[in-house]
């Protein structure tokens, strides 16, 4: 029960980091954190959706994969996540106004959050879902880090929201990445001594 608990306050926290990044930091600069997030700008700026319910169309698809592949402990630890996200994403957009220091400040910290959160995540077993549940299917097979796969994914979407709204968005979104995908990959090689929970095992179960 305790380890249960735990793991479950990790999912809590790293979801409600990444949809902090998301709704304070990146999405006011239409800038995606990865390729969910993308799939979900282009859906609210095409049919005016909400940002978190865009998010929530975003990952289905996925989600239904991971099913298959990751088993249903994995898959509802990401729904739970997803759900998180989703929610921390609906709320902060609709109540806290976009106050901006400096872009780049923005998406430094939003690289923090997102980094953060989803390492959380994939060490809880779970993911931030949308793009990279497929990330963690190539990095098991091939045995690469996931926040490279996750990077090398991402990019298309990049490329097609910037073509689409901006095209500084996509050399924002790459740096964004840059900075994200190496904290996720710290996380996910940091050793925890004590918290054997962390495992970073996502594999079938």
Known sequence: MKRTILTYFCLLLGATLQGMSM?????PHSIPSGGAAGIAILLNHWF???LGF???LANIVFLLFALKYFGYTWTL??????ATTSTVVTILTST???????????????SIFFGIGVGLLIRAGASS????????????YK?????????GINLLIFLLTSLVIDYKIVLYAVVCQFFSTNIIDF?????????????ANWRKR
């Open 23 to 27: 709704s304070l930091f990146l999405f």
């Open 48 to 50: 005016h959706l909400s």
């Open 54 to 56: 865009s998010l929530w």
């Open 143 to 151: 045995n690469w880090s996931p926040g490279k796969v996750m990077m």
């Open 129 to 140: 879902g949308g793009m990279v549940i497929p990330a963690l299917m190539i990095a098991n």
């Open 187 to 199: 996380i996910y090689e940091l050793k925890f001594q004590n918290l054997f929970f962390l495992s």
């Open 77 to 82: 630890r990401t729904i739970f996540s997803v």
């Open 96 to 110: 806290i106004p976009h106050l901006h220091f400096h872009t780049f400040f923005d998406i430094g910290a939003g």
